[in-house]
């Protein structure tokens, strides 16, 4: 559930976002979205086209 809501997130900004701010926008605590981009760097899911920021996997 965590992921889905982390992507969707990702989803609507429209740009590479940095945890923290999906973190602000998802409500989420800042420990548990760093966990889940870890997993979804292991999976990958979602990509760094810009230092710290990262995006959804086309």
């Known amino acids: 559930m965590e992921k889905e809501l982390v992507l969707k997130v990702m989803k609507e900004a429209g740009k590479p976002i940095a ?4 973190a ?3 409500g989420l605590d ?5 966990k889940v981009f870890a997993e979804l760097k292991k999976e990958g899911a979602i990509v760094s086209p810009v230092r710290c920021k990262w995006t959804p996997a086309e």
């Open 24 to 26: 602000a926008l998802s």
């Open 19 to 22: 945890a923290g701010e999906v």
């Open 30 to 34: 800042r420990k548990v979205v760093d």
